[in-house]
């Protein structure tokens, strides 16, 4: 026959410190009422979108960041901002290449030099759609945290100076912890 005995105190404090880690373990897995949302591209429409669901998800409630790396980075961009001074011939043919803010962005598709996205503006206009530039200030009024990939301003010779004020800079370390917990990710 098997004696059963009693658990010591000892054992129960033991026990329940065991649950409190577990417990714990599991709140850093949980998903936080986060959005994170990489911006890849430098086209009009695709930045529409992502800012579409940035504000969207802004307002509901979570807290939403947008990562901006490589062609994103035009999103960041302030109208005017020196391109080409003190930047390596190389950097120079970038910044020509691509655009200068985002009011210089063409659309992914059917842009043909630029009468796409110029049609685009004037449908959403016409629509009363907030224009890409009025939806970049409002995804910072609903706190929307913009960061730009340092290795990608790098890669393309893109400066601090060029980019709006209240944009963080970050590396894809940044990124990752604010996606980690995050109960929506995308990438566009």
Known sequence: MTVISEPTT???????EAL??????????????KAAIIVFSGDLDKLLASLVLATGAASAGLETTMFFTFWGLSSLKKKGAPALSGKSLKEKMFAMMTPSSTESMGVSKMNFFGIGASMLRTMMKEKNVSS??????????????????TMSMDVMGVERAQLHDGVELGGVAAFMAEAANARVSLFL
């Open 10 to 16: 000892a054992d129960l404090v033991r026990q329940i």
């Open 20 to 33: 409190k880690q577990e417990v714990a373990d599991l709140r850093d897995r949980t998903p936080q009422d």
């Open 132 to 149: 890409v530039e009025e939806m970049m200030e409002l995804a910072r009024e609903l706190g929307v945290k913009m960061i730009a990939c």
